[in-house]
């Protein structure tokens, strides 16, 4: 279920949100956006899907629309030009993907195959255009989508991207052997981790491109922008700890903060689900109080020259859209076929990922 009628962002399909999950400030004070590029860019990331063989075409047929991984995208990265919202939506598609073969992996025990394709991803980052025919798909597909994003900023961008994103195919890494040795992650180490995992640096990376304009590191920097930021990430990666911790506990995970605070800190199920929504529910009106704060910073980069006027344009442009990063998740947690574990035959295997072509019988 799409929250936007044929891509409309102005008919808002009801979604039924589980009380446990409800946030009504979200439904409120954030409402929902989506980039006019969004039907187009639907069937174009479903086309590059087959084009790259990420996913079979029975998979794609059947569930890539329903996993809604363009609105999330197109739902946060507003005023993009359209071929910048395209590489976002590919590479986030892209990032899915990769993240469902590493949990087969984990849950087959391949670690020489995980570790083959680590070190193929550090190299596919560094030097993508060496690695579009890569035999791996999920390399191959990795290069195509990262050096379309390195064609729209500078190389000081490009290599800070390449430096987040490094950092975190080694959290992967380091997930991966939490797993398979059974380790349940502290709270802190935990939290420490899912900024990583959660990729918190590269979304906000990709705000630039989408603003049309890599940020001096005088504001990216500053405390204010650096704050509101973080905290539009975080609310994303609670609020999915949030809303997967069924599907996580049926898969033997062990990186969620919901467990983490289980078992290490003796919470019950009742006892957690309370205390990540109430961290949730903080990063809400944390981020309302910095998002005035970065308006106001925006306010001091106008400063009479061209180039203030532009930096200010593109500080409103990324707080704006840190701000749609809140509605835009909390929706496709609702609408996305990816959580919807009570509808698959086995709670532990989600039925979108490619069972055959990852070794499985």
């Known amino acids: 279920m799409h929250a936007f009628s044929h891509g409309s962002s102005s008919t808002p399909t009801a979604i039924a949100v589980p009380p446990a999950l409800s946030l009504p400030v979200i439904e409120s004070e ?16 479903r086309t590059w899907l087959l084009e790259k063989r990420l996913m079979p075409a ?23 030009p359209d071929e910048v919202m395209q590489a976002i939506a590919d590479y986030s ?10 949990d087969r992996d984990v849950i087959h025990g391949r670690a020489d ?19 579009l025919h890569h035999q791996d798909p999920l390399v191959a597909g990795f290069a195509d989508s990262v050096g379309r994003l390195y064609s729209f900023l500078g190389e000081n ?5 390449a430096l987040h994103f490094h950092a975190v195919i080694e959290a992967y890494d380091r997930e991966f052997r939490n797993r398979t040795s059974g380790v349940v992650p502290t709270v802190e180490e935990y939290l420490e981790l899912r900024r990583l995992t959660f990729a918190h640096w590269i979304w906000t990376d990709l705000l630039e491109p989408s603003a049309g ?4 590191d005088t504001v990216r920097l500053h405390p204010a922008f650096h704050r509101a930021a973080l905290l539009s990430q975080e609310f994303a990666a609670w609020y999915n700890d949030l809303c997967s911790l069924p599907k996580e506990i049926a898969g033997d995970e062990v990186h969620n903060l919901g467990i983490s605070l289980i078992h290490h800190q003796g919470l019950t199920l009742e006892e957690a689900v309370t205390e990540v929504r109430r961290r949730v529910e903080e990063c809400i009106s944390e981020f309302l109080a910095a998002e005035k704060d970065v ?5 001091t980069l106008t400063d009479g020259t061209v180039e203030g006027k532009a930096t200010s344009a593109a500080v409103r442009a990324c707080v704006g859209n840190m701000r749609n990063w809140f509605s835009s998740v909390y929706w496709f947690h609702h609408e996305s076929g990816r959580y919807m574990v009570d509808s698959w035959d086995d709670r532990s295997t989600p ?5 055959e072509a990852a070794g499985e019988k």
């Open 30 to 45: 954030f409402p929902r956006q989506l980039h006019p590029y969004w039907p187009r860019l639907q069937e174009r990331t």
């Open 58 to 80: 029975d998979k794609v047929e059947e569930y890539a629309d329903g996993l809604c991984y363009t609105d999330l995208m197109a739902g946060y990265y507003i005023g993009a």
């Open 93 to 102: 598609a892209w990032f899915f993907v990769w993240d469902d073969r590493h």
């Open 113 to 131: 195959a995980w570790r083959t394709l680590r070190f193929q991803l550090h190299a596919a980052l560094d030097a993508p255009g060496d690695h």
């Open 157 to 161: 961008w490009n290599e800070r991207f």
């Open 213 to 216: 304009q890599e940020l001096p």
């Open 295 to 299: 308006l106001r910073l925006a306010e």
């Open 351 to 355: 039925p979108y990922v490619n069972n």
